[in-house]
């Protein structure tokens, strides 16, 4: 394999990496606290870094029509995130993340489909195993479907469309489309917070929060330069590999347990990931 290849192939694991590490840690600390208020937290401390570093790296800010994408991005990815976040709290971590990687993955696909024609066989074998694996992962032992499927795939159309739109910023400074993406991001959660006035929150939680932004955001940075260096297809499926790091931290620190079945249905997800790719 060239260094075309290795090159954004390494940034795109190193952000599946940091992106699994910051969703076990969001969803760690939303245990039991508002999640829009822990989202808005984790926004809040990614932004100021991302734009600590922009600064220090005296980081050119990127056009108008660059800084327009981002802030859809921001948008579509912000409230995603804190439901994300909520469904991780809900004692389903190791289950929510494969549905969702797959779900954000496959449509950006689709509308490649859309855009560029039917897909091979490969990767429409790949929806087939993703089907699958959703199914299995969904089962549970007497036949009633985890809480929480559903607002994970909620989350991950939201996921999805920051893939979308965050391609369209373009070349620009990564470090600055990252910092707007993520100001949207934070100015929506927080409006969100203040209409619902609950500030339910504790030392420790607050503290998992802004740790997760600082890791979150160093994972869209290295997404973005993994897109921009290399094709945003193989990007997002190779990124999209987060859920192997949550589930990993999940059975380390957790000692989460799954039926046979839900095991099954993990792998098939994750294997789903790099078929829909081709």
């Known amino acids: 394999m060239s260094t075309a290849h290795v090159v954004p192939l390494s940034f795109s694991l190193a952000a599946a990496f940091f992106w699994g590490t910051s969703d076990f840690l969001g969803g760690y600390a939303s245990r039991k606290v508002n999640t829009f208020l822990l989202t808005t937290i984790a926004h809040a401390s990614g932004s100021l870094f991302m734009i600590a570093l ?21 948008l579509s990815g912000g409230a995603a ?49 993703a089907g699958l694996g959703i199914w299995l992962v969904c089962r549970t032992e007497d036949g009633a479907p985890p809480e929480g499927m559903g607002l994970a795939v909620l989350a991950a159309v939201g996921f999805a469309g920051y893939f979308l739109f965050i391609d369209k910023a373009g070349g620009g400074s990564v470090l600055w ?55 945003l297809d193989a990007a997002v499926i190779v990124s999209s590999l987060y859920p192997a790091f949550t589930v990993l931290w999940a059975r380390l620190i957790l000692k989460e347990h799954f039926t046979r079945w839900q095991v099954v249905g993990m792998f098939a997800a994750l ?7 081709g």
């Open 177 to 231: 489309i990252a910092a707007c993406a993520r100001l949207t991001s934070l100015a929506l959660t927080a409006v969100i917070v203040l209409l619902r006035r609950d500030f339910t929150m504790t030392g420790r939680s607050a503290a998992l929060a802004v740790l997760a932004g600082f890791v979150d955001i160093s994972g869209s940075a290295l997404f973005l330069r993994g897109a921009q260096t290399g094709r």
């Open 54 to 74: 922009a600064l220090l790296h005296h980081s050119v800010f990127p056009a108008r029509s660059s800084i327009g994408w981002a802030v859809a991005a921001g």
């Open 81 to 129: 995130l804190a439901v994300f976040y909520r469904v991780l709290g809900s004692g389903h971590m190791g289950l929510a993340a494969p549905v969702s990687a797959v779900v954000a993955a496959a449509i950006p696909a689709a509308v490649g489909m859309l855009a560029q024609g039917l897909p091979g066989r490969i990767q429409i074998e790949g929806f087939l195993v």
């Open 271 to 277: 294997v789903a990931v790099p078929m829909i790719a």
